[in-house]
């Protein structure tokens, strides 16, 4: 089972940048698809980019071509380079190793690691 660690979070305000930096522990990192999910006030923690273990990455729509997802699998880091951020980027940022379902829809699975707070500034 893989645990992580998150780190990056910050004040920031609207149009500016953050970068995201994950570090997992545990085997099975390589071989695993991870995600960085947010969860913001009074809302349920949703996925926000994946990344597949040789590289390849999905977003939801809302943060596609702002938000850059990307791993070392040498060093079980998996980083979210966020720019252009808006104050409905506000919130607690984790990763998880992810499970696909049956319909091909991400799923989390394992542990969750504290987070990262990220507050935008309107």
């Known amino acids: 089972q893989v645990q992580f660690e998150e780190s990056g979070g910050g004040l920031v305000q609207a149009g500016g940048s953050l970068r995201l930096s994950c570090v997992a522990s545990?085997?099975?990192?390589?071989?695993?698809?991870i995600g960085w999910f947010r969860q913001a006030p009074a809302k349920q923690r949703e996925l926000v980019a994946a990344i597949r273990p040789g590289g390849q990455t999905n977003y939801i729509r809302s943060v596609k071509n702002r938000f850059i997802i990307s791993r070392d699998n040498a060093t079980n880091t998996v980083d979210l380079q966020m720019n252009n951020l808006g104050p409905e980027d506000t919130g607690v940022y984790y990763c998880?190793?992810?499970?696909?379902?049956?319909?091909?829809?991400?799923?989390?699975?394992?542990?969750w690691g504290q987070g990262t707070q990220v507050t935008v500034s309107s």
């Open positions: 545990g085997s099975g990192f390589s071989m695993s698809d």
């Open positions: 998880c190793q992810l499970g696909v379902g049956y319909n091909g829809a991400y799923y989390p699975t394992g542990s």
